[in-house]
């Protein structure tokens, strides 16, 4: 006789994470979501990724703000668009402890481990009326620090709900997951940089010589030009990306994955 199933069960994380093909249908859609043609098609994917993890709803913020002449704030949202209403009218982003999280760790943690501050208090108590009464908050960190930062958010409208035994798998999926979201938003950000600056290939790779740190007199040996010749070019590169040295056209190649 097969043991009788809760009804408190059917809707555990548990119970989800061990249904048959659990990990298999999530995992056959990932690969495409860091590779999704438009915003339209990633955001059906992430949608679609939300439902299968199991979670209510999802949040994936880029942000890009350390010594960037053009901050970027990105956001893809697989929930109740409210939260987004609320996160901008009430100035969230600066008493956000899910992306304060993701700047300052590259673990995942529950919203349950979270060491809340005073003043994100609002933010929390918002959150949790749309959808993240029970939250898991996975960072999507970069190679360049905390300059450029990802992090996803899903949740749950059920309290406790990620306090159960299926949490370490969902722990490993949702980390995928927030790493392809995060690919697919620094893909787009860097088509948008090289289309509103028409950096050229050889401008990159001037830029490529300066993060590693060349001289104008190496750089200019090593491409057969004029000393001169380099920091007209750099002077012209950084006049493209609004920068007032080539140190900081450099450090902007990189925060949006140009170099």
Not at 127 to 140: E, K, Q
Not at 141 to 152: A, E, K
Not at 153 to 171: A, K, Q, T
Request: glycine share 6%.
């Amino acid at each position: 006789m097969k043991p009788s199933i809760r009804s408190d069960d059917l809707f555990s994380l548990a119970f989800v994470t061990r249904a048959p093909g659990y990990a298999e249908r999530l995992l056959e859609i990932l690969p495409a979501i860091g590779d999704a043609a438009d915003a339209a098609a990633a955001l059906d994917l992430f949608r679609q990724a939300t439902r299968l993890i199991g979670a209510d709803a999802g949040v994936f913020l880029s942000v890009i703000d350390e010594d960037a002449a053009r901050p970027s704030y990105r956001s893809l949202l697989a929930c109740d668009p409210l939260w987004a209403v609320d996160y901008v009218s009430s100035g969230r982003r600066e008493h956000d402890p899910w992306l304060r999280h993701a700047r300052d760790n590259a673990e995942p943690i529950r919203s349950t481990e979270l060491n809340v501050r005073p003043q994100e208090e609002g933010f929390v108590s918002a959150s949790s009326r749309l959808g993240f009464a029970s939250a898991v908050i996975v960072p999507a960190p970069s190679m360049v620090g905390t300059g450029r930062v990802g992090v996803l958010s899903l949740g749950s409208h059920n309290l406790g709900y990620f306090e159960g035994d299926g949490y370490p798998v969902f722990r490993v999926l949702a980390r995928a997951l927030a790493m392809e979201l995060h690919r697919w938003l620094l893909q787009t950000i860097r088509t948008e940089l090289l289309t509103w600056s028409r950096i050229t290939p050889a401008e990159i790779e001037l830029l490529r010589r300066e993060d590693a740190g060349q001289s104008s007199k190496t750089i200019a040996a090593a491409l057969d030009i004029e000393t001169t010749a380099v920091n007209s070019r750099f002077q012209r590169l950084t006049a493209k990306l609004g920068v007032s040295d080539r140190r900081s056209a450099a450090r902007i190649a990189r925060l949006y994955g140009v170099l």
